[in-house]
């Protein structure tokens, strides 16, 4: 190989490993986070609604935020977005109304008619900050994608 040509390969070559170098080095749009697919819009009152749902061990039955048992009541995450506030607010005013059934008559849960009005408003102030976004296990309706794939 004459001088030119060696110094023609040894260019192409470092260029190609350059190339490779910056394809394999570039941030990809999965390396970037995501936002969450569950989540609180947090106010003061919803903070507080979530320390009473806490003292009265909600999370024993309950699952939110990934804490609390999973398999014995529903998961409330997405609350506030599958359900509407007027039908939270009904729930918490008289449970069996809503769901006949509801453990939240006293039998296993607490009984939320016994608690003051400034306790349910407290709790619905929680549940409608709990959200979830298009294709979370815990929104109301499947992604528009989900259904065109059908």
């Not at 506030?80 to 506030?85: D, I, K, L, P, V």
Request: hydrophobic share 35%; with cysteine; glycine share 10%.
């Amino acid at each position: 190989m004459k001088g030119g040509e060696k110094l023609l390969f040894g260019l192409s070559a470092l260029l190609a490993v350059a190339a490779v170098a910056m394809v394999a080095l570039r941030p990809s749009a999965h390396d970037r986070p995501r936002p969450a697919k569950d989540y609180a819009e947090w106010s003061p009152e919803s903070i507080q609604g979530y320390e009473l749902y806490k003292r009265h061990g909600c999370n024993s039955c309950h699952r939110v935020m990934r804490v609390g048992e999973i398999g014995v009541a529903p998961v409330l995450d997405g609350e506030g977005t599958r359900r509407s506030r007027d039908w939270l607010q009904a729930y918490l005013a008289d449970p069996p109304s809503q769901v006949p059934g509801s453990a939240h008559d006293g039998s296993l849960g607490p009984d939320f008619r016994a608690f003051s009005g400034d306790e349910r408003r407290l709790l619905l102030a929680f549940m409608t900050s709990l959200k979830s976004r298009p294709g979370s296990s815990n929104y109301p309706r499947p992604p528009a994608a989900a259904v065109q794939a059908r």
